[in-house]
């Protein structure tokens, strides 16, 4: 699996994916007023997206459980009959997990097509849905093959790990949703908002940076070890999480610096407040902003990229993959 480049793709399609339809459903929860979420926009871009992200979450997932399979059984994909499928799916905990994560998506995309006029329960439902199904990436990847109670801290160490990952990128896709061209002309007060959300989620932001820098120590130790670090960073595997923890000193630089530079920029421009300051254009610092999150949602992908790299590698070196 580790020289299979179309398995890799799309570990990184349902990586991006689910982690987005946990992610957008959570930010009404904690960034927008109950006014907020009761109006036309920006609800109904997010319900609009979250049925869309269902929809390829589940072609997706389908398409993943059937190359895997087919990639078992040494056929091609179109090549591949029911029966090895259904084997697959009847008999492993990665068959189960995908039982789990469509019976998670269809309630999603049934709580962002039927109860958007409830928006608080639709986004909570759909928060716990995308939650379950980001979930069952745990069993994809090392902390599946990992026996015993070591594995199961391993897995809960996982979806911790994951869950908060899926809210700061949900949270990003919300910010470049709100703050778009054609949000700031359809919305008004777009970017007020944009600006009174992000200081919102700086708190939320906080405790999912904690999360994740403290289950992704406990992962590394699981999978590597301490006394392994050396003897690993001589592995593709090695290599691969170096430029992903580089990627995420990144995205914390990029954070820091909405939440203590471009917002406060932004909220001053629009006050008017920051008279003194020849740039402080609403129109600059929208775009100062959008360019930030441009910028922090890329690094987030190329994170995601080495992750559904990284789960098909052995961290040593001359260790054949499973």
Same mark, same amino acid.
């Given at each position: 699996?580790?020289?299979?480049?179309?398995?890799?793709?799309?570990? @990184?399609?349902?990586?991006?994916?689910?982690?987005?339809?946990?992610?957008?459903? /959570? @930010?009404?929860?904690?960034?927008?007023?109950?006014?907020?979420?009761?109006?036309?926009?920006?609800?109904? $871009?997010?319900?609009?997206?979250?049925?869309?992200?269902?929809?390829?979450?589940?072609?997706?997932?389908?398409?993943?459980?059937?190359?895997?399979? /087919?990639?078992?059984?040494?056929?091609?994909?179109?090549?591949?009959?029911?029966?090895?499928?259904?084997?697959?799916?009847?008999?492993?905990?990665?068959?189960?997990?995908?039982?789990?994560?469509?019976?998670?998506?269809?309630?999603?995309?049934?709580?962002?097509?039927?109860?958007?006029?409830?928006? $608080?329960?639709?986004?909570?439902?759909?928060?716990?849905?995308?939650?379950?199904?980001?979930?069952?990436?745990?069993?994809?990847?090392?902390?599946?093959?990992?026996?015993?109670?070591?594995?199961?801290?391993?897995?809960?160490?996982?979806?911790?790990?994951?869950?908060?990952?899926? !809210?700061?990128?949900?949270?990003?896709?919300?910010?470049?949703?709100?703050?778009?061209?054609?949000?700031?002309?359809?919305?008004?007060?777009?970017?007020?908002?944009?600006?009174?959300?992000?200081?919102?989620?700086?708190?939320?932001?906080?405790?999912?940076?904690? !999360?994740?820098?403290?289950?992704?120590?406990?992962?590394?130790?699981?999978?590597?070890?301490?006394?392994?670090?050396?003897?690993?960073?001589?592995?593709?595997?090695?290599?691969?999480?170096?430029?992903?923890?580089?990627?995420?000193?990144?995205?914390?630089?990029?954070?820091?610096?909405?939440?203590?530079?471009?917002?406060?920029?932004?909220?001053?421009?629009?006050?008017?407040?920051?008279?003194?300051?020849?740039?402080?254009?609403?129109?600059?610092?929208?775009?100062?902003?959008?360019?930030?999150?441009?910028?922090?949602?890329?690094?987030?992908?190329?994170?995601?990229?080495?992750?559904?790299?990284?789960?098909?590698?052995?961290? @040593?070196?001359?260790?054949?993959?499973?």
């Amino acid at each position: 699996m580790a020289d299979n480049p179309v398995l890799i793709g799309i570990r @990184f399609a349902l990586y991006a994916d689910l982690m987005l339809v946990a992610g957008l459903a /959570a @930010f009404p929860l904690y960034a927008l007023t109950a006014g907020e979420r009761r109006g036309p926009q920006p609800m109904a $871009a997010i319900w609009r997206m979250e049925r869309w992200l269902c929809v390829i979450g589940l072609l997706v997932s389908t398409l993943g459980m059937g190359a895997l399979a /087919a990639s078992m059984q040494g056929v091609a994909l179109l090549s591949l009959e029911f029966q090895p499928f259904w084997d697959l799916v009847r008999e492993t905990d990665v068959g189960m997990a995908w039982v789990c994560r469509s019976a998670a998506l269809l309630l999603a995309l049934a709580a962002a097509i039927w109860l958007t006029r409830r928006p $608080a329960m639709a986004a909570a439902i759909l928060t716990l849905a995308g939650s379950i199904a980001v979930a069952t990436l745990a069993w994809s990847g090392h902390a599946g093959a990992t026996e015993g109670s070591a594995g199961t801290l391993h897995r809960v160490s996982d979806i911790l790990h994951l869950i908060a990952a899926a !809210v700061w990128i949900g949270a990003i896709g919300a910010f470049l949703l709100l703050i778009s061209p054609r949000r700031i002309r359809e919305i008004p007060d777009a970017a007020r908002l944009a600006a009174r959300s992000l200081d919102q989620f700086s708190h939320v932001g906080t405790i999912c940076v904690l !999360v994740i820098a403290a289950t992704g120590l406990v992962n590394s130790q699981m999978i590597v070890g301490a006394e392994n670090l050396g003897r690993s960073l001589g592995s593709p595997y090695g290599q691969l999480l170096v430029a992903k923890l580089a990627l995420f000193g990144l995205m914390l630089a990029l954070a820091a610096a909405n939440r203590w530079r471009l917002a406060p920029a932004l909220a001053a421009a629009l006050s008017g407040s920051d008279t003194d300051n020849v740039d402080a254009d609403p129109a600059l610092s929208l775009a100062a902003m959008r360019k930030s999150l441009i910028i922090e949602a890329a690094a987030a992908l190329a994170i995601l990229a080495l992750v559904a790299w990284l789960g098909t590698l052995e961290p @040593f070196v001359g260790v054949a993959p499973a």
